[in-house]
């Protein structure tokens, strides 16, 4: 059981910046790849962004790419999702998730694959 808790949300303007952060327990963080997906009001959950197991592997969604960075740390446990230039098509709940026990360069885009997922943390842009 892998327990992930998400924080770093608020209220921003458009054009400000955020960094998310989820937390993962245990000592399998490393053999997991980390995703986060976010879910808007009225829409179904939809992939953000995705790090492999060692992190040299990084895949965005359109809407993100360029714009938001992931990254993780292996020694500590964590997933990073960095946001500039937010827009308030980014207001959305955001969930990490882990995939458990993934290959090493997988990057799973699905959230089906996902075997693990956080509570989320609210992310709300205003014009």
């Known amino acids: 059981q892998v327990l992930l808790r998400e924080s770093g949300g608020g209220l921003v303007q458009a054009g400000d910046s955020l960094r998310l952060s989820c937390t993962a327990s245990?000592?399998?963080?490393?053999?997991?790849?980390m995703g986060w997906f976010r879910q808007a009001p009225g829409k179904e959950r939809e992939f953000v962004a995705v790090?492999?197991?060692?992190?040299?592997?990084?895949v965005y969604s359109d809407a993100v790419k360029g714009r938001f960075t992931i990254s993780r740390d292996n020694g500590q446990n964590i997933v990073y999702l960095v946001m500039d230039r937010l827009n308030v098509e980014d207001t959305a709940a955001y969930y990490c998730?882990?995939?458990?026990?993934?290959?090493?360069?997988?990057?799973?885009?699905?959230?089906?694959?996902?075997?693990?997922w956080g509570q989320g943390t609210q992310v709300i842009v205003s014009s």
């Open positions: 790090v492999n197991r060692i992190g040299g592997n990084t």
């Open positions: 245990g000592r399998t963080f490393k053999e997991h790849a």
């Open positions: 998730a882990a995939q458990k026990g993934s290959d090493w360069f997988a990057t799973p885009t699905e959230s089906r694959a996902y075997d693990y």
